[in-house]
């Protein structure tokens, strides 16, 4: 079973002139057997440091994996609360029920690991029915290479687009780069800046990530 804990500093948020805000996440796979798996993931967002909720994100899933683990098809549900500024002091909740599709394969190339995941989201927003692609784009680089094949210290990086079906077609881009320690066989520690630019404004994140697999 793998865990991550995401704490996400952030800067910038939209409908706040200088706020310190993060991101709390926990994301789950558990083996049914040699190719079912179970995805669960639990998101929690606040525009400041920890009580002016931003989003709460409940995902979970039911996944196949083939191909030596290589590939992954999963279908998905998703319920997410948002509460929105719609100026300095008022914000509006919103509630939507999303269904998903995906399909991530896994790359090798010499010591460089790529991962790309392609997610289709049917979206309920309320009353309104949506459309959405994304294209998930990861790099893993070492950065020691010893004869003992330990390599601690490595690179991560990713780059995901959001496309609609309708106008305005852009919905927004996440671009992340950071620097990650492998504590061990299990505990993973990474920290990185990720830029989330939408169609009119952007977000600066310091993300400080742990990985458990146990």
Same mark, same amino acid.
């Given at each position: ?7 996400? @500093?952030? *800067?910038?948020?939209?409908?706040? #002139? ?8 926990? +994301? $789950? ?21 920890? #009580? #002016? ?12 994996? *083939? ?8 279908? $998905? !549900? $998703?319920? +997410?609360?948002?509460?929105? !500024?719609? /100026?300095?002091? /008022? ?8 269904? =998903?599709?995906? *399909? ?6 010499? @010591? ?10 049917? %979206? ?7 459309? %959405? =692609? ?7 680089? @070492?950065?020691? !290479? ?5 390599? @601690?210290?490595? &690179? ?14 852009? /919905? %927004?881009?996440?671009? !992340? ?11 993973? +520690?990474? &920290? ?10 952007? %977000? ?6 742990? *990985?458990?697999?146990?």
């Amino acid at each position: 079973m793998a865990l991550i804990f995401i704490f996400m @500093p952030s *800067f910038h948020m939209l409908g706040q #002139d200088s706020n310190f805000g993060n991101w709390l996440v926990y +994301i $789950g796979n558990k083996k049914l057997n040699k190719g079912w798996n179970i995805h669960n993931e639990v998101q929690y967002r606040n525009y400041n440091a920890i #009580d #002016d909720l931003e989003q709460l994100l409940l995902r979970t899933g039911l996944g196949y994996s *083939f191909n030596n683990n290589k590939s992954d098809i999963l279908l $998905g !549900y $998703g319920y +997410i609360l948002s509460e929105n !500024y719609i /100026d300095e002091n /008022d914000k509006v909740t919103v509630n939507e029920h999303r269904i =998903f599709q995906q *399909f991530i394969s896994k790359q090798e190339i010499g @010591p460089v690991k790529l991962n790309h995941r392609y997610r289709f989201e049917q %979206r309920f927003v309320e009353s309104d029915f949506r459309l %959405r =692609f994304r294209y998930f784009l990861g790099l893993n680089l @070492p950065l020691q !290479y010893k004869d003992s094949g330990k390599n @601690p210290l490595y &690179i991560s990086a990713y780059n995901e687009i959001f496309l609609n079906t309708k106008s305005s077609v852009f /919905d %927004r881009n996440r671009l !992340y780069g950071g620097l990650g320690y492998k504590v061990s066989d299990a505990v993973k +520690i990474e &920290i990185g800046y990720m830029n989330q630019f939408f169609e009119t404004s952007g %977000r600066d994140q310091l993300n400080i990530i742990t *990985f458990v697999n146990f």
